[in-house]
């Protein structure tokens, strides 16, 4: 037995299948952060391992060819078990079946590139010393930050959400942004491979970091209690509402909005603002639906607007786009203003390659034949209601993972508005990782964050990251707020700038550490 735990396969594949697996837990709805402090700590016992065997039994094989391999199993397990529930989303069409075991494998295997590669360029320079934990975590921070633009981008599970449970530690956010918490993050994770170490320096190191993380909390949690409510603030009341629609109701229109309008439960002489999720509307013609527009009029008032999400064209010459849009309606079903999504989700809304792959009888998984276009328009849409001027960041499904919308805005806007379509991915972990974006965006921001999910979390969020009122992905109905209309305070911080300077004190500090070999 022992000797099989000593074999190359097991060494290079399996065991570090099984510690990229694992790292689901660290995430919601888990919440077991440590797990990703074994992992990450143990992969690096494991790069130093290799690096020992390959001057002895692994002589055989380069050791950077040895390192792929393993960041290669490390990463295909961390994204087969994270995000496996995209999967689910190819169970609801016939057409789509065949692509599950590319889902399920291809994808995290191509994913396991931004694990693989960033051990091939550091494998040399790693050894056990604390200059190494630094290296790491810096080339480890620069691939999820290439991962989160390249190709469209996708920031998912960024080590930085293991820590979406502890409201105060998030707080730094706000000043910081994701990408920079996310480097602090992974170097805290590596920080146990220190016990490999022999020097003692290492237990300076430790005392440092931990002095560093405590710091850290302590502020957010007198940041969080030290907060004074501005009473003098106007109030605006909204209505987050979910009616635990199946997909394969969308295709009766009428039976939809019956069916939210119910649960809306609309007071004509209460001033509200209704949120209603993505993809309520699916025919791009519901302006000229006369039936439609006759359910709104006679159940909402002047007193009211809904947003919601609408499939939606534009047609220039002889070409027609089609938009996945966030919409905002009157009692008369007027579009009073209309953002296009921008962040389209690969196969799900647009077809890369698009005609190619439809000579081979593909289309996108979302309703319609064509794809989405992206949308161009500004992301802030201003709204004069009930006397007030207010802003709204829309963001659509898929963009509230994305952080770097909402950086370096023309004017602040006081509500992130969230609407999604979580029915996709069933009852699997994917919508609860999702949530977990939301909490990030609002303590960045310094804004409330009002979400309304399709059989996902409905939530409104504070400006400090604190869960107000939710429905969970099984509850339907409403949940009503008066939020204060507050400007977002830290949405124009340049985190970009405040990253930069901290990968350069990382560098410095690595080029420090090396030069004396500590």
Known sequence: MLNFFNKRIFILSIFPFILGGITF?????????????????LLFYLIFYVKKKTQSSYRKKPFLKNLFFLGSSYGFGFFLFGIYWISYSLTFDDTFKFLIPFALILIPLFLS???????????????????????????????????SFIFTGFPWNLWA?????????????????????????????????????????KYLFIGFFIILVFSNYF?????????????????????????GIDLSEFKNQKLV????????????????IFVWPEGVILDENFKNKKEL????KDNFSEKHLIILGANTKKKENINTDYFNSFIIIDKDFNIISQYNKQKLVPFGEFLPFEKIIKKIGLKKITSGYNSFSKG??????????????????????YEIIFPHLLENKKKYFNFIINISEDAWFGDSIGPQQHF??????????????????NKGISAFISPEGKILKTLKSNEFGNIEMNLPISKSKNANVNKYLIFTLLLIIYVITFMILKKLKL
């Open 161 to 201: 959400y293991s820590f979406s449970w502890s409201q105060e530690s998030l707080q730094i956010l706000s000043y910081i942004g994701i990408f920079s918490f996310n480097l602090i993050a992974i170097t805290f994770f590596f920080l146990p491979a220190v016990v490999f170490f022999k020097k003692k320096t």
């Open 293 to 296: 527009k006759k359910m709104i």
């Open 113 to 147: 590139l931004f694990f693989s590669l960033p051990l091939v360029i550091i494998g040399n320079f790693i050894n056990a010393e604390i200059s190494s934990i630094i290296l790491i975590s810096l080339i480890f921070t620069l691939s999820d930050f290439i991962r």
């Open 219 to 243: 502020y957010g949690s007198y940041k969080i209690n030290s907060k004074e409510i501005d009473t003098n603030l106007d109030k605006l009341n909204f209505k987050i509402v979910t009616a």
């Open 376 to 397: 161009k328009d500004d992301t802030i849409i201003s709204l004069k209601f009930d006397e007030q001027i207010i802003n709204i960041l829309p963001l659509i499904c």
């Open 257 to 272: 909005l019956s069916k939210l309008i119910l649960m809306s439960e609309p007071n004509k002489d209460q001033k509200t």
């Open 436 to 453: 977990a974006k939301a909490i990030f965006r609002s303590i960045e921001t310094g804004s409330f964050t009002v979400r309304s999910a």
């Open 25 to 41: 837990l660290g995430f919601r709805p888990f919440n077991l952060f440590f797990i990703n402090a074994l992992s990450l700590s």
